[in-house]
């Protein structure tokens, strides 16, 4: 009885899930699908654009000229002047070779005697203490107070006085005088005026016969054939692909790598033409890209190379036309071996290259 009952909940569970989900009517038992949601589609057009523009291009047609001749002036009339120097005659004119002066006469000054006295230290008085014999132990009662005057003293200075004071007297001396002699002009000196001619000459010259014009090309304008991409049809449905069960699960695409490298061969590449193409353009499906290395090297290092592997399948995949919004790639270096390989573990080289292995699955988009 309970039984029975876990099985028709079961049965309304999955009735329920796809009538919610919209899964494909009347499917066959054993059948696997995908859910895809329609990519938008595109194509490719042709559109010719104008790069350059038509225009006029103006072109100059020199100008013509023609020779003619011309008589010129090359050098004007003048007049040339011609000096006349002035004639001299020679004439004596007195001077005074020296001038009277008048000459001094120093008269000394004179001199008498005379003196005068001098009070040379002053009248001085005063206590004077002079000491006197006696008994007392006491100096002070032998000291005599005495009152002493002293007269001023003189000296007679004898000096010398100014009688005369010194003078000069006037000694007169007379001139002297001479001739000296003198060139004077007796004619004057002149410029006499030449008349010199012009002089001319024949020249030839270039005068403008026609000025230069302009004409007028026209230049075509200049056109370029762009290729462009434009959506022919929106996406957005949802639609549900059978696919076979296995491809929902990691499968592994039988390319090689050699070790330490992310290049794809020219084998490898076949066997994705042949295993992933088909697939990717007969349904609008998704696909994970994964990628494994062996145990060699370091964790880090193998980690980078796995991803680098990974998006090698992936671009050479963009290269053969599938949108890379349908790729995902994913490495994961050593951490998923397929053999007992490890770090430390001694292994053939057959066995390391196991896993050095690129796996696929279907995934929905």
Not at 21 to 46: R, S, W
Not at 180 to 189: C, D, L, S, W
């Amino acid at each position: 009885m309970k039984s029975n009952f876990i099985l028709c909940l079961t049965f309304l569970l999955g009735f329920g899930m796809s009538q919610a989900q919209n899964l494909p009517a009347n499917p066959d038992p054993g059948k696997c699908y995908v859910k895809c949601i329609t990519k938008d589609e595109f194509k490719t057009v042709e559109e010719t654009i104008q790069t350059y523009p038509a225009y006029t291009k103006l072109e100059v047609v020199p100008a013509t000229y023609r020779t003619v001749e011309e008589r010129v002036l090359v050098k004007e009339a003048s007049k040339k002047f011609v000096y006349v120097p002035a004639t001299y005659e020679t004439i004596e004119v007195p001077y005074v070779s020296k001038e009277g002066r008048t000459d001094l006469n120093i008269i000394p000054a004179s001199f008498g005697s005379d003196s005068r006295t001098f009070e040379t230290y002053p009248k001085t008085s005063g206590w004077e203490y002079r000491e006197t014999a006696c008994d007392s132990p006491n100096k002070e009662d032998c000291m005599v107070a005495c009152f002493v005057e002293y007269p001023a003293q003189f000296r007679d200075v004898s000096f010398t006085t100014l009688s005369n004071d010194a003078s000069t007297s006037n000694i007169p001396v007379p001139e002297r005088g001479a001739t000296y002699k003198k060139r004077v002009i007796k004619t004057p000196a002149r410029m006499d005026e030449i008349e010199i001619p012009a002089e001319y000459k024949t020249i030839k010259r270039q005068v403008l016969a026609t000025p230069a014009t302009t004409r007028s090309v026209t230049v075509p304008a200049q056109s370029k054939t762009v290729t462009r991409t434009v959506l022919a049809k929106k996406g957005g449905l949802t639609t549900w692909e059978e696919v076979d069960c296995g491809l929902l699960n990691a499968n592994v695409l039988p390319i090689f790598y050699e070790l330490g490298s992310a290049r794809i061969t020219p084998a490898s590449k076949k066997i994705i033409d042949e295993t992933l193409l088909p697939l990717l353009n007969s349904k609008p499906v998704s696909i994970e890209l994964m990628s494994h290395t062996d145990s060699r090297g370091n964790d880090d290092f193998n980690m980078s190379l796995s991803q680098q592997r990974a998006n090698s399948v992936v671009n050479y995949l963009v290269s053969k036309g599938i949108s890379r919004s349908r790729l995902t790639a994913k490495g994961y270096g050593e951490s998923r071996l397929v053999n007992r390989c490890s770090n430390g573990v001694d292994c053939s080289e057959a066995e390391h290259r196991k896993n050095r292995r690129t796996e696929f699955r279907v995934i929905g988009n």
